[in-house]
């Protein structure tokens, strides 16, 4: 079934999912993104004036500032920082008797994307800006305590942030004109004026949190290493040229998020389903990366998939649909992969280690969000690889 109905929140809410689905879920003409969010995802992990909540000329003059952000040079210099913090978080894991990769990751990301994005980062304080960025995305849908935490990191990182964007008008603060904090900085909104330090520093922060939040998928391919151990020693004995392929099937095979949200613009019809104004719809991004009637054995682990030709953008969905620089499709989604990359190329060539709990007695929670290992993924016996 491609679409029914039910109640999220106590809110009426239609679900969608397939390929098709998607092409019609990421037409701007049926729907709009403001209003969609629950709230406690604005207030955890999206932040209130962000680009994920607009439509229009402001939605494409805000993405067009992250394809900037995201060109591709300055992601190959986002990954070379990272390599490099990476090898030198290796060199005091070889001392620890075993570590936990998850965490592990974050904070070395931490470091990396702050160096990167302009923003200063004190030794001191980077294991605490690590927990506040994870806090955004790994306790954004939990209950109780853990949803108030991730406020409270969202309260925190945003004054933090927008202190930057404020010192780098006053030129207090001097930062690379390529960097992100320059660059979102110094955007101008449609009406000509800057966005206000606030929103500015939602922005920031949607640079910084969802690099960070790529060590859930760094820790799904660490996973995957463990679980496919052909796969590893082929892609250890490998020049590099099929790492992308099993990148994207470790995206396309693993969960992150399950499904995105929009509004319906104006009534429709589609598949003899009445879609009306005002409805709440969402997307199964889990499903869809997954639907047999595009993916040929979708349940079975498979990068050979990823060789031949590139999928339809509206059937591989991990992070969105549809073209990112007019889609709501995730402008960022180039640093994942490249990134997830880099943590491929340590984790199969560089290093040699042990995980404490096999992969293949560490099921996915999928009642977790993020979604991950259920006993985690810690290694021991850690040691480099010469190159």
């Known amino acids: 079934m491609d679409v029914f109905e039910t109640r999220l929140l ?7 999912t397939g390929a098709e689905a998607a092409s019609v879920f990421y037409d701007p003409a049926r729907f709009q993104r403001a209003g969609a969010a629950p709230a406690p995802l604005q207030k955890t992990l999206f932040g209130k004036g ?16 992250f394809l900037q952000i995201n060109h591709p040079d300055r992601v190959e210099a986002l990954a070379e920082v990272v390599s490099r913090e990476w090898g030198e978080a290796v060199a005091d894991w070889t001392t620890a008797d075993q570590i936990d990769l998850y965490a592990q990751v974050q904070v070395l990301l931490t470091r990396a994307v702050c160096e990167w994005a302009g923003v200063p980062l004190s ?12 806090a955004l995305f790994d306790e954004a849908g939990a209950i109780g305590l853990g949803h108030l935490r991730s406020r409270a990191a969202r309260k925190a990182t945003e004054r933090w942030a927008a202190d930057l964007i404020e010192q780098i008008r006053s030129g207090q603060l001097e930062v690379s004109d390529s960097s992100a904090a320059s660059v979102i900085a110094n955007h101008q909104e449609p009406d ?39 796969w590893r020693e082929r892609l250890a004995r490998g020049d590099g040229n099929e790492d992308l392929a099993f990148v994207e099937e470790v995206r396309r095979h693993y969960p992150f998020f399950p499904a995105v949200a929009a509004i319906v613009r104006e009534d429709f019809q589609w598949r003899d389903h009445r879609f009306p104004r005002g409805r709440r719809v969402l997307l199964d991004l889990y499903g869809t990366n997954r639907d047999g009637r595009y993916w040929d054995d979708p349940e079975r682990f498979n990068p050979d998939r990823f060789l031949g030709e590139e999928p339809d953008r509206f059937a591989f969905v991990p992070q969105g649909g549809g073209d990112p620089a007019v889609h709501h499709r995730c402008p960022g989604e180039p640093i994942s992969t490249r990134l997830m990359g880099v943590a491929l190329e340590h984790l199969a060539r560089h290093m ?36």
Do not use: W
Not at 359 to 370: E, F, Q, V
């Open 192 to 230: 000509g004026q800057p966005m206000t330090p606030r929103v500015a520093a939602v922005e920031l922060l949607n640079v910084l949190r969802p690099t960070v939040a790529t060590s859930v998928y760094i820790t799904f391919v660490a996973h995957a290493l463990d679980t496919h151990p052909v």
């Open 352 to 387: 040699t280690y042990t995980p404490v709990v096999p992969a293949a007695l560490s099921a996915i929670d999928y009642g977790r969000l993020p979604a991950l290992p259920d006993r985690g993924f810690r290694i021991r016996n850690i040691s480099s690889r010469p190159a």
């Open 10 to 16: 106590l809110r009426r809410t239609t679900c969608m």
């Open 123 to 134: 030794e001191a304080e980077a294991e605490t800006r690590a927990r506040q960025l994870a």
């Open 50 to 65: 962000g680009v994920q909540g607009l439509d229009g000329e402001h939605h494409r003059q805000r993405k067009a500032m």
